[in-house]
C-alpha cells in the first residue's frame, strides 16, 4: 500500500513536471511568433507651451483662459469675445517633432462660437510658417465633438499654430474646448 502511494505520488510529480515543462515551452514558443510591434502613438500637448495672441479678457489661468485649451478636460473652454480675424493658437515645444494628427474640440454650448475655417501652420523659427493641414467651412455635428485630422506631415517644427480663420456665426465670440497634438514614432521624418 505504501509503494503504490509513493508510486503516485512519483506519478503525480513526473506529471506535473511534464506540465510545467510544456508551459513553459508553449509560453516560448508564443512569444516567438510575436509580431514586432509598433509602438503607440503619443498625445505630445502637454510637453508644448500653450499661447494665443487675444485672450481671455481674465488672462490665460482664467476661467475660460487659453491654458483651458490643453488642459485635457474636454468640459473646459478658451473664449474671448469678440472673435478676432487673425486669431492664432500657438504650442511651442522644447525641440522640433513631427506631428501626425490633431484633434479639434467643440465647446459645451452656442455652436456659433465654433471654429469653422482654419490652417494648421509649423515653423522653426516664428516667421517662416508652413501651412500643414487646412479646413474650410468645417461643421461640428455635436457639443464637445472631439474631431479628429490625419494629417501627412514628416516635417519637424518647434511651433505649430492653429490660425482660426473664421467661425460659424461669422462674428461674435470664440470658444473651443481642446486642442491636442499626436505624434506617431512609426512615421518616417525628414
Ligand atoms: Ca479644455
Known amino acids: 500500500m505504501k509503494n503504490k502511494s509513493r508510486l503516485y505520488a512519483a506519478l ?3 506529471f506535473v513536471t511534464l506540465a510545467l515543462g510544456a508551459c513553459e515551452k508553449e509560453e516560448h514558443r508564443q512569444y516567438d511568433l510575436l509580431p514586432a510591434q509598433e509602438e503607440p502613438e503619443m498625445d505630445i500637448t502637454s510637453s508644448g ?7 481671455n479678457a481674465n ?3 482664467g476661467n ?6 490643453v488642459d485635457n478636460d474636454y468640459n473646459s473652454k478658451f473664449l474671448i469675445n469678440p472673435y478676432r480675424e487673425n486669431l492664432y493658437l ?3 515645444f522644447p525641440g522640433g517633432i513631427a506631428v501626425s494628427a490633431y484633434v479639434v474640440a467643440s465647446a459645451n454650448d452656442a455652436q456659433d462660437r465654433d471654429p469653422k475655417t482654419w490652417d494648421l501652420v509649423g515653423s522653426n523659427d516664428l516667421e517662416n510658417w508652413t501651412v500643414i493641414d487646412s479646413k474650410t467651412d468645417y461643421m ?3 457639443r464637445l465633438q472631439k474631431a479628429r485630422f490625419d494629417i501627412d506631415n514628416s516635417t519637424l517644427y518647434r511651433y505649430y499654430r492653429l490660425n482660426i480663420k473664421a467661425i460659424r456665426g461669422g ?9 491636442r497634438l499626436i505624434y506617431d514614432p512609426n512615421r518616417k521624418t525628414d
Do not use: C
Open 49 to 55: 507651451t500653450i499661447s494665443v495672441n487675444f485672450d
Open 90 to 92: 500657438q504650442l511651442r
Open 59 to 61: 488672462g490665460a489661468s
Open 171 to 179: 462674428s461674435g465670440l470664440f470658444q473651443m474646448a481642446e486642442w
Open 140 to 142: 461640428f455635428t455635436s
Open 12 to 14: 503525480l510529480f513526473g
Open 64 to 69: 475660460e483662459g487659453s491654458l483651458k485649451l
